[in-house]
């Protein structure tokens, strides 16, 4: 497995392949609302490759608050699950996070992933359920 991070455009393709393939089909969400306006320059992707093929992917891209970032879009390919590929997305980011300068991460995570979330060290920064899109999630956050 390589792992990239993505900020040009052609290495930006391998995650919105990934999201396309592991979000927009499987969950059929729309295009209009998988991409949004934090697709843009400025927001950075972990890609991992298998062979040079873009099998997990996630982004994240600087928050309203002074000093933290919004990671999201977490996505494996459905036959690369099970095999650690969501934690290792999330912990490339968060050393990405880090160098930059950054000190707290917030996710809205999906209620599915909570559990996933926690044992990466996130925790619960508020008990409301806010619907994302087509998913209920919970605000969780991580100081670095």
Known sequence: MEIMRAEAEWQRAGAYSVRVQGMNRQHHIPLRDEFDEHDCEG????????????????R???GSGSGSVVLGRVVVL????????????????EKWIGELGYREILIDSRLEAVEFYGKLGYLHAGSDVV????????????VL
């Open 78 to 93: 459905p036959e690369y699950r099970k095999r650690g590929l969501g934690r290792t997305v999330v912990t490339e980011a």
């Open 43 to 58: 927001t950075r992707y972990i890609v991992l490759l298998d062979d040079g093929y873009p099998v997990a992917t996630c």
């Open 131 to 142: 619907r994302s899109g087509t998913f209920d999630c919970v605000r969780m956050t991580k």
């Open 60 to 62: 994240f891209y600087e």
